[in-house]
């Protein structure tokens, strides 16, 4: 049972222009979200996060949505650079104070030049 | 600060070899974990710790052993190596002041 679901696994987008990023999950108990950024072989790094009791967070060019009521969050990039191909995973804790996380199966982001 | 480093990078084993995969962190984090992650899926919990002496199962711990002995060092021990455990394995590791995960290069393991 895949709790936390990227269902698209590779996304394509021109320079400049706005990526977005989907992620869906099943569990109403989540309470944080991140966002995980990886080259190849490398490690993921940590990009981007928002709490539960938030629906937006801002960080440059990068901005996270949660739509709690649809268990839904996304990612916006903008503008889009070559160096921002990477796979893009979510991933969410449960309650609070658990630190466990659960991954998405990741997206595989191109940004052509 | 080196952050957290993974030995080795690379490993063939034979069906039944046993190996450990070594897992430091120099950042005093109390949390560390141990992902696997296959071709086209997302990064699976095996075993994570709280602190030294504790430790505690994730998703997919059959197979694997681990121990914390300190707060430094998280070693990840496959007994008897099948070819369902060929996978690349992530260490990780944060400070409960914080929801971030830092993570390791990566070991990359094959079983044949």
């Known amino acids: 049972d895949q709790q936390v679901k990227q269902n698209s696994p590779s996304l394509s987008v021109q320079e400049g222009r706005i990526s977005i990023l989907n992620c869906d999950y099943t569990?109403?108990?989540?309470?944080?979200f991140l966002w995980y950024k990886k080259y190849p072989a490398e490690g993921p790094t940590f990009l981007i996060s928002i709490s539960s009791i938030k629906d937006k967070n801002e960080d440059g060019r990068f901005t996270v949505f949660l739509n709690k009521s649809a268990k839904h969050l996304s990612l916006h990039i903008v503008p889009s650079q070559p160096g921002d191909s990477a796979v893009y995973f979510c991933?969410?804790?449960?309650?609070?104070?658990?630190?466990?996380?659960?991954f998405g199966t990741g997206t595989r982001l191109k940004v052509l030049a | 600060n080196a952050g957290v480093t993974q030995t080795p990078k690379f490993r063939i084993l034979k069906i039944g070899q046993s190996m450990t995969l070594q897992c430091t962190q120099d950042?005093?984090?109390?949390?560390m974990y141990w992902y696997r992650q296959d071709p086209g899926m997302g990064l699976k919990l095996i075993y994570y710790s709280v602190g030294a002496g504790i430790t505690d199962k994730g998703e997919v711990p059959n197979g694997y052993n681990v121990s914390r002995s300190t707060t430094e060092d998280f070693p990840l021990r496959l007994e008897l190596a099948a070819p369902s455990q060929t996978s690349v394995y992530f260490c990780a590791s944060l400070h409960d002041s914080s929801y971030e995960q830092y993570f390791g290069p990566g070991t990359r393991l094959t079983v044949t």
């Open positions: 950042m005093n984090h109390n949390y």
């Open positions: 991933a969410a804790s449960g309650a609070s104070g658990t630190y466990k996380y659960i």
């Open positions: 569990n109403s108990m989540f309470d944080y």
